[in-house]
């Protein structure tokens, strides 16, 4: 077996200096890098007849059209602009040999066969281009049929130990489900993992290809209006598969799911030579569409050139959508495998004891009690002692101190439990959540009709993406929300249509608090409503522009006999503000309490709850704000939804039909 210690420094060298992370300090070899490059593209060989030969195979590729070709489309990421221009989506100019290289195809082709011929000695540090660009080299190679009489071969030792060492026999492409306490993580997120035929029965041993932004320091504004924009750049970097299994399954407690691909040889080893190509790559990252998921179907289309996946999103690229794709290309997909999250091995474990057992545990998660439990016959020490070291772990993943009471009580149960003899079988391979593929369609729209106390009126709804509170939740994190440009237009008897309201963005996690988990719900809203007053006893309507933020805690049975039988209840505060010429001082702002109910059964779902928003601060007049909605979904794209809504000066009921897609 390769020794790990050397494994690890080659995944050092990789990251570092190729680009995937550029340790401090290491800005000038990289400038030194890109300048050596271009001089590369453009070497004159000083042999004569190396320069007739040079020549030879630029002919021969003009003449072959190879710069038209999709695999070297794809190797250097060119898409055609709506202006018909080619551009490559990668956004470091050192992935390119020539000046032009992100903006010609053919001109980056003539560079890179040029640079082949480097004869000059390589600086300290520095690769040669064969080296550089393995996957460029083997398909240039191939197609023009390369005489290692006319043109040297150079060896790749340290290319060729980083590829050996990972030697994967397969691919997995990974879904790590959503985590609602951390907008990065909203979508769910996907890698790759590198399966080791060595580590066949140690899987966290395996490596793992991760894309994703690198954000630096960062608030939630900024980090929301930059990952929107492109500001942050993004790069692909290689890490023990363990590290992140840690991060998202204890730290974040996000389930995991596997899909392992159905590769050959061949494009395992083309995957590898084009990864190690990436390394010198950056992409302005975009969390709607240039996102992780979006550049793993690149790289795997460069690796298969028989898939054709990456266009098949449309411009918004969920990350679980792109697992359906994946499952739906026949025969991609061999095997399929769930890793719980550490929460859910705590659920696993509680949902096998008996009560006396449950009690126990619960008494001994209070850590400040700090005592053993005494042996009995009807007491599975071992089940119980692991759910309560399960739950410290859980409790302190991402905690910088922790109370030295606790760390001696953890101590002294990990005695304990090495005493435990008692045998106890949990079948974890049951999902305590629903796989990615289960999700609905991101996009939606909806038509409704309703009576109201300004008169009767139609609707059209219209959201770009993702999941509200009323949609089915299989796929998604239970009762949360998390819409994009979610607009409402309405039509009153026998008026124009209105902009009744639009989301920009809508954020809404319900987490149950429990002895466990301290984690607290939220929701945030802003973009325009529709706020409803009186001007000399005529109810009028008219949009103002709105931000409201509220936080809480949620309550539910979630570790009763039937989980989550009681529905969710919650409890939010916050604040609230709208701008409108009609408010006093042209705003009215003010805190606001709510009190939400929720429950799914089944094909149905009802949600109702009460706000109450005092404005005395703005010196406007309080309000409410109070509904019932209840919805049957006859399928993951069809939904139907009755709900009443009432505030102060206005009622109304209405029917709507959801299409989503």
């Known amino acids: 077996m390769f020794p790990l210690y050397l494994l690890t420094l080659f995944i050092i060298i990789f990251t570092s200096s190729l680009g995937a992370i550029e340790p401090l300090g290491n800005a000038d070899i990289l400038e030194l890098d890109f300048r050596t490059s271009r001089i590369q593209g453009e070497n004159i060989p000083k042999s004569p007849k190396a320069q007739q030969y040079l020549q030879e195979l630029v002919n021969e590729a003009k003449e072959k059209h190879l710069s038209e070709d999709r695999h070297w489309y794809r190797l250097m990421r060119f898409k055609k602009t709506r202006w018909g221009f080619w551009e490559s989506e990668v956004d470091n100019k050192r992935y390119f040999l020539s000046e032009s290289g992100k903006y010609n195809p053919e001109k980056e082709l003539i560079a890179t066969l040029h640079s082949f011929f480097t004869d000059e000695p390589i600086l300290d540090g520095l690769l040669h281009p064969q080296c ?8 240039l190679k191939e197609k023009l049929n390369f005489d290692s009489g006319r043109l040297a071969e150079v060896k790749c030792p ?32 996907t890698l790759i993992k590198l399966n080791n035929k060595v580590n066949e029965n140690a899987e966290l041993l395996d490596y793992g290809v991760n894309y994703a932004a690198t954000p630096g320091e960062m608030n939630a504004f900024s980090y929301s209006y930059k990952g929107l924009t492109g500001g942050y750049p993004g790069s692909f970097a290689i890490f023990p598969y363990y590290l992140k299994v840690n991060e998202y399954n204890d730290m974040e407690s996000r389930d995991i799911w596997e899909y392992k691909l159905k590769l050959k040889p061949e494009e395992r080893e083309r995957f590898l030579r084009h990864l190690w190509e990436m390394g010198r790559a950056d992409f302005d990252y975009y969390f709607i569409n240039e996102n992780c998921s979006y550049h793993l179907m690149e790289i795997l289309e460069v690796a298969m050139p028989e898939l054709n996946i990456s266009n098949k999103p449309g411009w918004i690229v969920a990350p679980s959508d792109t697992i359906k794709i994946y499952l739906a290309e026949d025969g991609l997909v061999v095997s399929q495998k769930y890793r719980p999250s550490l929460y859910s091995k705590i659920k696993y474990k509680l949902y ?14 209070r850590f400040e009690n700090a005592f053993l439990p005494e042996p009995k016959e009807t007491l599975r020490l071992s089940l119980i002692t692991d759910a309560v ?9 991402t905690k910088n101190e ?35 593929e289960a999700s609905h369609p991101l996009s939606r729209v909806a038509t409704s009709f309703g009576a109201s106390s300004l008169g009767n009126f139609a609707e059209f709804q219209y959201r770009i993406a993702y999941h509200d509170l009323l949609n089915v939740s299989k796929g998604h994190a239970p009762n949360s929300e998390l819409a994009f440009f979610d607009t409402t237009i309405r039509a009153y008897e026998n008026k124009k249509p209105e902009l009744t309201s639009m989301s920009v963005i809508k954020v809404t996690s319900i987490n149950p608090f429990n002895s466990i988990s301290k984690d607290f719900s939220y929701m945030l809203d802003t973009g325009v409503q529709t706020a409803v007053y009186r001007n000399n006893d005529e109810t009028l309507r008219k949009q103002v522009g709105n931000f409201d933020l509220r936080m809480g805690y949620s309550f539910s049975n979630e570790f009763g006999k039937n989980p989550m039988s009681l529905g969710v209840l919650t409890v939010l505060g916050g604040v609230k503000a709208q701008n409108g010429r009609m408010f006093e001082n042209n705003v009215r702002y003010g805190v606001n309490f709510s009190l939400l109910y929720q429950k799914e059964l089944g094909n149905w779902k009802v949600y109702t709850g009460a706000t109450a928003q005092n404005y005395q601060l703005s010196q406007n007049l309080n309000t409410y704000y109070a509904t019932f909605k209840i919805r049957y979904a006859f399928s993951n794209t069809h939904e139907l939804r009755v709900e009443v809504n009432g505030e102060r000066f206005y009622e109304e009921a209405l029917i709507s039909y959801h299409y989503l897609f």
């Open 389 to 397: 070291l399960d739950t410290y772990r859980y409790r302190y993943a």
């Open 158 to 189: 340290r290319f060729e130990v980083w590829k050996d060492s990972l030697n994967p026999d397969s691919l997995s492409v990974i879904f790590s489900s959503y985590y609602m306490q951390a907008p990065a993580s909203m979508f769910g997120h």
């Open 132 to 139: 550089s660009y393995p996957e460029r080299y083997h398909w």
């Open 402 to 436: 922790v109370p030295k009471k606790h760390k001696e009580y953890y101590d002294k149960l990990l005695v304990f439990r090495s005493k435990q003899s008692d045998e106890y079988n949990i079948n974890e391979q049951i999902p305590l959540s629903t796989p990615p």
């Open 352 to 365: 096998d004891m008996t009560e006396e057992e449950r009690t126990t545990y619960f008494d001994m998660i």
